[in-house]
């Protein structure tokens, strides 16, 4: 009986879905899903581009996604790496909570998980494989630090915060961080405090609101730069110097943090790398490769002060 073209082709998509016919690939080309945050300051675009470039020069096949910061997006691309069955899913989790029903769903689809740069609560730690991302309870303590050793003088300190995306682990722990340094020095006190959601714009926004009901400030305490630098523009807008007038203490050291400290504008930074990409890659193929790897991997970092700036400038990566 000749077998028509249609049964033939049938038979072959049916044998595809089953699994019982793999089509040839290469093995050696592995697939990475990648789901960012988004692309809210200079951090995650140097944090962005250091994947991209780690994965093209690793011969990994990255499928990327950015969420504009919002779970929901996070979420639906994870579901996507899970249908096109990529090998492995890393991602920068916007917040800590909320990834166990999505991140189960990769886990019966046996697709191993990678968390960079933030971190989730779960109660079910083999939903992922590691983390790999910088201390940000430390960062917030080295800021705390710098300011007790060069915040001189007896009277009150007031200190005003912009916290970064509310939910997610850098503001979580930097302010956790920050205020276990301070609570053993009763001058210094945070008087408000208030998310800046991690962008330039935002940040402007909430210091033209705090100095509008009270300019008696002598710290400003940014949970990133980006925040940082829209703030200077709301204290020099209000006719203060920044950087004089406000001590102003933040985090990530991006190369646009460097140039207000050469201004003297900005006092300190306390580095946050974001150059993840190459560590990630070879974590993608230890776990590919069955590997087994600690829960958590830190990156090391350092502290700019102003001093420091015009020397480490042409230092920087980001
Ligand atoms: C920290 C990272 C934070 C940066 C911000 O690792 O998650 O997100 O500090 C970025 O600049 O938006």
């Known amino acids: 009986m000749r077998t028509s073209r249609r049964s033939v082709i049938s038979a072959i998509a049916a044998g595809l879905v089953a699994g019982t016919l793999a089509m040839p690939i290469s093995a050696s080309a592995l697939t990475l899903g990648f789901a960012q945050v ?11 581009g250091s994947i991209k470039e ?6 990994i096949s990255l499928k990327f996604s950015d969420a504009q910061q919002k779970q929901e997006n996070q979420i639906k691309a994870i579901r996507s790496f899970i249908a096109q069955k990529v090998d492995v899913i890393a991602f ?8 166990d029903t999505v991140l ?4 019966r689809a046996k697709i191993p ?3 960079t740069d933030r971190s989730i609560e779960t109660k079910d730690p083999s939903l992922y494989v590691t983390m790999i991302g910088s201390d940000f309870t430390e960062e917030g ?5 710098w300011m007790l050793e060069n915040v001189k003088g007896q009277g009150d300190v007031n200190i005003v915060e912009l916290q970064g995306t ?4 850098p503001a979580i722990e930097r302010k956790k961080g920050f205020e276990e340094v301070i609570k053993s020095e009763p001058r210094f006190k945070i008087t408000r405090s208030q998310t800046g959601d991690f962008t330039r714009a935002k940040g402007k926004e909430v210091m033209e609101a705090f100095l509008k009901t009270d300019k008696n400030i002598q710290v400003l305490y940014a949970h990133n730069d980006d925040m940082a630098i829209g703030a200077i523009q709301a204290i020099e807008a209000a006719g203060m110097k920044p950087g004089k007038d406000i001590t102003i203490i933040s985090i990530d050291a991006v190369k646009g943090a460097f140039e207000a400290m050469m201004a003297g504008k900005l006092n300190v930074s306390v580095e946050c790398n974001p ?7 070879n974590i993608v193929k230890d776990v590919k490769a069955g590997k087994q790897l600690p829960k958590r991997i830190n990156t090391e970092e350092g502290v700019f002060p102003m001093e420091t700036a015009a020397k480490e400038f042409p230092n920087r990566k980001y």
């Open 38 to 48: 988004g692309a809210e300051s200079e951090w995650r675009t140097a944090n962005t």
């Open 54 to 59: 780690a994965a093209k020069a690793a011969g």
């Open 92 to 99: 920068a989790p916007v917040v800590t909570t909320g990834w």
């Open 104 to 107: 189960a769903e990769a886990k």
């Open 113 to 115: 998980v990678i968390l």
């Open 141 to 145: 303590r080295k800021a705390a630090k």
């Open 166 to 169: 509310v939910g997610s682990a």
């Open 275 to 281: 150059l993840l990409g190459p560590q990630l890659m």
